[in-house]
């Protein structure tokens, strides 16, 4: 059985850093792509970054340059670090994970993220 479960995020200022993880258990964790995704509340979901099983990093355009996504294989462990935090990057971040970084197949519950003004 698949299980994705985030830690990290919370509430920051703007300008500051915060960083997410996410634990998968139940899948062969090299052999998958894994990325966040992101909802605010009244917006359609938004996928902000993929890792590709060969490491291979992708960015939507409003977080690339502040945010990064990296994978530690040997931990079972996705990470997300997000600096120069915005108002705008408030939502409540999922990671999933799936064969291809565009097909999700599990996701994790989600961590809030919350960037005062």
């Known amino acids: 059985q698949v299980h994705l479960e985030e830690s990290g995020g919370g509430l920051v200022q703007a300008g500051g850093s915060l960083r997410l993880s996410c634990a998968a258990s139940?899948?062969?964790?090299?052999?998958?792509?894994m990325g966040w995704y992101r909802q605010a509340p009244g917006k359609q979901r938004e996928l902000v970054a993929t890792?590709?099983?060969?490491?291979?990093?992708n960015y939507v355009d409003s977080v690339a340059g502040r945010f990064t996504i990296s994978r530690d294989n040997a931990k079972n462990a996705l990470y997300l670090q997000m600096n120069s935090l915005k108002p705008g990057d408030t939502g409540n971040y999922s990671c999933?994970?799936?064969?291809?970084?565009?097909?999700?197949?599990?996701w994790g519950q989600g961590r809030q993220v919350s960037v005062s003004s």
């Open positions: 999933f994970c799936g064969l291809t970084s565009t097909v999700p197949r599990d």
């Open positions: 139940g899948i062969i964790f090299s052999a998958y792509a």
């Open positions: 890792v590709t099983s060969r490491g291979n990093t």
